[in-house]
């Protein structure tokens, strides 16, 4: 498999985040860009300069595609601003975020999407739990096989915001045994289990 210029910017970013930053510029895909300017941003050492790479991530999260595509794209940069502890910015660019994704008409689509954005929220926690919201909605819309892979990947990081909010999410696994396993499964790796 050929490397993506994404994955090239990646690599250079740790060692060179200016070059890194006109390379990310010049990738035309904006799914692409989008993730290889949020990887530039997570780097940066200058605030003013990071906040300018993060919009412009951004505004490249909005060219690729469909709502599912803008909103999962646009994880990555919304993972580096959360982690910076700018709560008002990240809690408005959840809320737009959330908007685009509201007119993605497949409820699966829509999980998938939310899984990324929830888990790109863990350093924020109002935003965290209001994705989350979405997340659950979207999973009972959704009554798909990925709603247990999905509940699967957010679980873990629910249980360490809210471990009430944690049981009740996995109750959304209509399968009894998959539930129950899943539910040994977070036991086990939070320490809580037998």
């Known amino acids: 498999m050929r490397p993506t210029q994404r994955d090239k910017v990646m690599r ?13 510029d010049g990738i035309p895909d904006g799914w692409y860009k989008c993730q290889a300017l949020a990887q530039v ?9 990071q906040g300018t790479i993060l919009k412009n991530a951004f505004k490249a999260g909005l060219s ?7 909103v999962t794209a646009s994880a990555w940069p919304l993972r580096v601003l ?24 497949n409820p699966t689509r829509r999980m998938d999407a939310l899984v990324e954005v929830v888990l ?18 979207a999973c009972r819309e959704a009554n798909s096989w990925k709603g247990p892979r999905a509940i699967a990947r957010v679980l873990p990081f629910v249980a360490q915001v809210d471990p009430a909010r944690a049981s009740q999410l996995s109750q959304l696994i209509a399968d009894a045994k998959e ?16």
């Open 12 to 24: 250079m970013a740790p060692k060179d985040w200016k070059k890194a930053l006109q390379a990310a």
């Open 41 to 49: 941003a997570q780097i940066c050492p200058l605030a003013k300069q």
């Open 64 to 70: 690729s595609g469909d709502p599912n595509r803008v």
């Open 82 to 105: 959360a982690e910076t502890g700018k709560e008002r910015a990240v809690q408005e660019e959840t809320t737009r975020l959330l908007e685009i994704l509201k007119k993605e008409a």
């Open 120 to 137: 790109s929220l863990v350093a924020s926690r109002s935003s965290f739990l209001k994705a989350l919201q979405e997340f659950e909605v």
């Open 179 to 194: 539930r129950q396993k899943l539910e040994r499964d977070l036991a086990n790796s939070t320490g809580n289990g037998a």
